[in-house]
């Protein structure tokens, strides 16, 4: 009969090969872990330095832009007012993107603090619809809603979920050209589901794969959006898992729309 | 110089515990003539007598079980602080 591994003493020799072999696996990780300790180290800088800087700047510019507009400095002329006005609009999305860059760090990093209360979703999504209304009919799309029956009641944080349906929103509009936008919202066996379904460029299967990721931009996002800057729907995703529920995509492929779902529990 | 070697102690401790966790203090904690004062602050006491065979001491006492590459590590822990010391004052397993 053979001799099992328990009762074979182990050669000094073979048990030395074994702990340097683990030694030289651990000191591979170890060297990982340094490399992306250091690439940390570099991100905290850099965000230091966007928010520091180029927001800052951004801000300050702003200021002057708003202050030609209201007359702080004076009588201007329509070509100038025209200028301020585009530069003010320039500098109002720059801060908004580097505030959605900062804000999912912040997220990643734990730092968000969710002021959770019992609230009513469906008040949420009803304001974000009237909202996004003059958006999406000013470029010719139909902003359809549905919302049955039910219990809308959820734990959350107000803002944090009016970010995600404004995110979920906006992104339909960007991404379709043409058609319409419908917004179906139901409870279903005491979980909450919103979706929202466009007639936009829709989602390639490698695409759906980094939907959701930081910075995961589709391939063609940026033909259609030139602002996209990958941030929006790994926020929304933040948010979503830190109120415990699942935010997901789904297309019939390219040209074909895309339907976006959040699901969270209803109390 | 005890000063600088004490770093090294340190420094050599604190890099093997990257690789092989607290393991790191145990095996440091083995070799006469070094003290470990507080592991977590990472304070240790290298008697007077003969510090720099203590820094020898605890490369072996790494490289018997660990292997070549336990060495290297000790050696790249305090690669920039050998430049600006003389020979004579380098510990022989860290020449």
């Known amino acids: 009969m053979a001799d099992t591994n328990q009762n074979t003493p182990i050669d000094p020799g073979e048990y030395k090969k074994v702990t340097e072999a683990m030694y030289k696996q651990n000191l591979e990780l170890a060297r990982l872990y340094k490399e992306v300790d250091s690439l940390n180290h570099q991100r905290e800088s850099l965000m230091h330095l966007i928010n520091h800087k180029v927001k800052g700047a951004f801000t300050h510019s702003k200021y002057i832009f708003a202050g030609l507009l209201d007359g702080t400095f004076g009588e201007v002329s329509p070509e100038v007012k025209k200028f301020a006005e585009q530069g003010l609009e320039s500098d109002n999305m720059g801060i908004a993107t580097i505030n959605l860059f900062l804000n999912a760090a912040n997220m990643q990093k734990g730092l968000i603090k969710y002021d959770m209360k019992k609230i009513d979703f469906q008040d949420l999504v009803i304001k974000s619809l009237e909202e996004k209304k003059v958006g999406a009919e000013s470029k010719g799309l139909a902003l359809e809603s549905n919302i049955k029956d039910g219990n809308y009641m959820v734990t959350g944080d107000k803002i944090w979920l009016k970010e995600v349906l404004n995110n979920l929103l906006e992104n339909a509009i960007k991404y379709s050209v043409k058609g319409k936008i419908e917004v179906n919202l139901e409870n279903k066996d005491n979980k909450i589901l919103l979706s929202v379904k466009d007639t936009g460029i829709g989602i390639t299967e490698e695409d759906k794969k980094k939907l959701f990721t930081e910075g995961g931009r589709g391939k063609d996002s940026v033909k259609v959006n030139i602002d996209s800057t990958g941030y929006g729907l790994y926020t929304v995703k933040l948010i979503i898992e830190a109120h415990k529920g699942r935010v997901w995509a789904e297309s019939e492929g390219p040209g074909k729309g895309s339907t976006f779902f959040m699901e969270l529990d209803a109390i | ?95």
Not at chain 2, 5 to 12: D, G, K
Not at chain 2, 65 to 92: E, N, T, Y
């Open chain 2, 1 to 95: 110089m005890n000063a600088t070697l004490n770093t090294f102690a340190i420094r050599i401790i604190k890099e093997q515990e990257l690789v092989i966790g607290p393991l790191a203090w145990s095996e440091a904690r083995k070799v006469p003539g070094l003290q470990v004062i507080d592991e977590k602050k990472g304070e240790v006491n290298l008697q007077d007598d003969d510090p720099k065979g203590i820094i020898d001491k605890l490369v072996a006492q790494y490289e018997r079980i660990f292997g070549k590459a336990s060495h290297a590590v000790c050696h790249d822990a305090v690669q920039d602080l050998l430049a600006s010391m003389s020979p004579d004052q380098v510990p022989s397993s860290l020449k």
